[in-house]
């Protein structure tokens, strides 16, 4: 093209930028305080492992394979180490550390670690919290709903269903199981491979060593059924005479007592 032709004083041309072949993500709001791990950002498929109404605060350390949903906050300070999965409306509060290394001493032939930590939906993890990835592929899983409350323990395998509450400093062991809705007063635990009952209720520095009946209360060193758990089942809705009747089906289990299951 001969130059002499352009009129002088002709603004020049400006292209428009091609469009980017890469898939465009919304960013979550991350403290730049924070450090996050490459694969925790941008998973192989390109999508983000921290959705982006996400919120990590300072200072939080995300380690490898952690996904964070929708509406989930990290206050600040918590550190999860790898392979976490944090459902929907979580809140975690300063110092959890959440997905950390098993401590059990494991067999020399098994892969330590190779599980993983699974939390459900609308969880709070108050200041404090440990919870330990599996030793096994199972891995470590608290359902929809739960609060853990300050420095309280979930240890390797444990699998708590639906809004269990561990009040502070409750420490369970390996391998343990809870049922939905049942409660842990404070500074109770358990031994490893223990079952505890749906709605039942573990009374304060209660140290369950075998399993706990379901709607059943168990108080004392060693856990000794003392009753229903009468005011949770109340608090739930039931009816007294509904009460009444697992009442005398605690009994008649705990105690053997034969003439309370003649309905």
Not at 7 to 22: C, G, Y
Request: charged share 15%; aromatic share 4%.
């Amino acid at each position: 093209m001969d130059d002499s032709n352009i009129p002088p004083n002709q603004p020049a041309i400006t292209l428009p930028p091609l469009p980017s072949t890469q898939p465009h993500h919304p960013t979550p709001r991350i403290h730049p305080s924070s450090l996050i791990h490459p694969s925790s950002l941008i998973h192989p498929s390109s999508l983000p492992l921290i959705h982006p109404t996400a919120t990590v605060g300072a200072f939080c350390l995300i380690g490898p394979n952690v996904t964070i949903s929708a509406r989930t906050t990290l206050l600040s300070h918590v550190s999860i180490p790898s392979n976490t999965t944090l459902g929907t409306d979580c809140t975690i509060h300063p110092f959890s550390v959440l997905g950390g290394p098993s401590q059990a001493l494991a067999d020399k032939s098994q892969p330590p670690n190779t599980g993983k930590l699974t939390i459900g939906n609308s969880c709070t993890i108050r200041e404090g919290v440990t919870c330990n990835v599996g030793f096994s592929a199972k891995g470590t899983v608290i359902g929809n709903g739960c609060l853990l409350m300050a420095n309280s323990h979930v240890a390797h395998d444990c699998v708590l269903g639906d809004e269990v509450i561990l009040v502070n400093g409750v420490l369970l062991a390996g391998h343990v199981t809870v049922g939905r809705g049942a409660i842990f007063a404070g500074m109770g635990g358990t031994v490893q491979f223990v079952r505890v009952g749906e709605y039942a209720y573990v009374g304060g520095a209660t140290v369950v060593s075998r399993d706990v009946l379901p709607y059943s209360m168990v108080k004392g060193y060693r856990g000794r059924t003392v009753g229903v758990n009468a005011v949770g089942l109340k608090r739930r809705g039931w009816t007294g005479e509904r009460i009444q009747w697992v009442e005398r089906a605690v009994r008649a289990v705990s105690r053997g007592d034969q003439e309370e299951l003649r309905w």
